[in-house]
């Protein structure tokens, strides 16, 4: 059900050697780089950068209506056991090819990668592919390379950079942050079905976006304000690509909420 309107045009980055330096490919429109900043309990942290052009943007793991979401592939590092990648918070944007989540200007998604051997150099080798998109969406592929050592010389100017984009990482149901879901049902409005979703207290309306996974036939819309107040928030979002709403009840839904500065994410059931 997802559209996607690209013009092949790839980059595609000379592999250099691993170095403990930042490991950085840039293009007419982007540029993406690996950084490290420190090692904790066995495991090294690690920050992958994507920096855009004016007005042009880059996509969450779910990319919204139309979009690609980026694609991992560490085949080729050395001594590397796990990465596990952490999604900042996205936006909602709306251009001609309809809505599309993800990030502008630039986005940094913090990496917790573990060793085979903790008392040996880990050496990253990311190949990368995103799209970047303003009128038209550009595919990048980008050739990363990272030797990770147990003494890095951190910069700190990096490492303020990806701590600010750690905060960012949706938080889980039981944070304090922001309220957690207490409902999540199809409802019917006028003739349609919607996804309505209750949070547990107040949350301003036009600060609050929910983002839904977990349904691939299913794409749901910006959510839109029901009931607000100081005990609950009910929410309603539109769903489109499904004939019968009702397969949803009894599944298992992803759902981000982000209000402001905060944000949760939160596996729930459909009622």
């Known amino acids: 059900m997802l559209k996607f309107s690209f013009v092949i045009c790839l980059s595609l980055a000379a592999l250099s050697p691993p170095a403990e330096a930042?490991?950085?490919?840039?293009?007419s429109h982007s540029a993406a780089r690996l950084f490290q900043t420190e090692t904790s309990d066995g495991a090294w942290t690690?920050?992958?950068?994507?920096?855009?052009?004016?007005?042009?943007?880059?996509?969450w793991r779910m990319p919204g209506e139309s979009g690609i979401p980026p694609q991992f592939?560490?085949?080729?590092?050395?001594?590397?056991?796990?990465?596990?990648?952490?999604?900042?918070?996205?936006?909602?944007?709306?251009?001609a090819a309809g809505e599309t989540i993800g990030y502008t200007t630039r986005v940094v998604f913090p990496l917790r990668i573990e060793p085979v051997n903790g008392?040996?150099?880990?050496?990253?080798?990311?190949?990368?592919?995103?799209?970047?998109?303003?009128?038209?969406?550009?595919?990048?592929?980008?050739?990363l390379a990272?030797?990770?050592?147990?003494?890095?010389?951190?910069?700190?100017?990096?490492?303020?950079?990806?701590?600010?984009?750690?905060?960012?990482i949706p938080a889980g149901p039981n944070s304090?942050?922001?309220p957690a879901i207490e409902t999540l049902r199809l409802a019917r409005l006028a003739n349609d079905h919607v996804l309505e979703i209750v949070l547990?207290?107040?949350?301003?309306?036009?600060?609050?976006?929910i983002f839904i996974e977990g349904y691939a036939k299913a794409y749901f819309r910006k959510p839109?304000?029901?009931?607000?107040?100081?005990?609950?928030?009910?929410?309603?979002?539109?769903?489109?690509?499904?004939?019968?709403?009702?397969?949803?009840?009894?599944?298992?839904?992803?759902?981000?909420?982000?209000?402001g500065a905060a944000s949760l994410v939160q596996s729930f059931t459909v009622e």
């Open 200 to 209: 547990k207290h107040s949350v301003p309306a036009k600060a609050t976006d």
């Open 119 to 143: 008392a040996m150099p880990v050496n990253v080798v990311l190949s990368l592919f995103y799209a970047v998109c303003r009128d038209i969406c550009i595919p990048v592929e980008a050739r």
């Open 22 to 27: 930042a490991s950085t490919t840039p293009t």
């Open 46 to 59: 690690v920050g992958l950068e994507i920096t855009l052009a004016d007005g042009w943007k880059t996509y």
């Open 224 to 259: 839109a304000p029901a009931q607000l107040g100081s005990a609950a928030s009910t929410f309603r979002l539109r769903i489109d690509g499904l004939d019968n709403a009702a397969e949803l009840r009894g599944k298992q839904l992803t759902v981000t909420v982000v209000s």
């Open 176 to 178: 304090s942050m922001i």
């Open 146 to 168: 990272l030797e990770l050592s147990q003494s890095p010389q951190v910069s700190l100017s990096d490492k303020i950079l990806l701590d600010s984009f750690a905060a960012r």
């Open 73 to 95: 592939d560490w085949t080729g590092s050395a001594n590397l056991k796990s990465v596990a990648i952490g999604w900042p918070a996205p936006r909602r944007y709306h251009d």
